[in-house]
């Protein structure tokens, strides 16, 4: 008889890397339309987090501008993008190993975890450094990467092919 619960201890299990990049992209794609959707519903500027992503890359003068500019979209764009993949990777590194993406269920929990402390690292660590991205905190950004985390997971687990 086979046993019911999965061991969830740490074994040598190679994550399928090109999945983590599509779901770290599609979940960073899915993030920004629900950052853009909170600022438009709350009647802040939508282009102001574009703006501060983009600091990363362009310097903090682009946030002494308002409204649209393609430069700073673009670069918000790529920023957000490479950091999406980036942490499709960091996430599929966790699951794998652990067979976290044993049922449906574990590995959404732990992709809205992985998500959460996502968002504390970003908004109360990195911040200490880019100063700019404290204005960004609250309960939107926090609900925004834990959708951000389940997702990833969520498509990481569809679509992962299985390792002989």
Do not use: C
């Amino acid at each position: 008889m086979k046993p019911l619960l999965h061991s969830h201890r740490w074994v040598a299990r190679e994550p399928d890397w090109a999945v983590a990049a599509i779901a770290g992209f599609g979940a960073g794609g899915i993030l920004m339309l629900l950052e853009l959707a909170f600022d438009v519903a709350m009647g802040l500027d939508p282009w102001r987090p574009p703006r501060l992503i983009a600091a990363m890359l362009l310097g903090d003068s682009v946030l002494q501008g308002a409204g649209y500019s393609m430069p700073v979209l673009v670069a918000a764009l790529v920023v957000h993008y490479i950091l999406g993949i980036f942490f499709g990777f960091v996430l599929a590194a966790v699951v794998a190993p652990f067979h976290l993406d044993s049922s449906l269920a574990l590995v959404l929990a732990t992709g809205a975890l992985f998500g959460a402390v996502l968002y504390l690292f970003n908004f109360h660590v990195i911040a200490g450094v880019l100063t700019w991205f404290e204005e960004l905190r609250g309960w939107t950004t926090l609900l925004g990467h834990v959708v951000f985390g389940i997702v990833t997971a969520g498509v990481y687990r569809q679509l992962e092919r299985p390792t002989g």
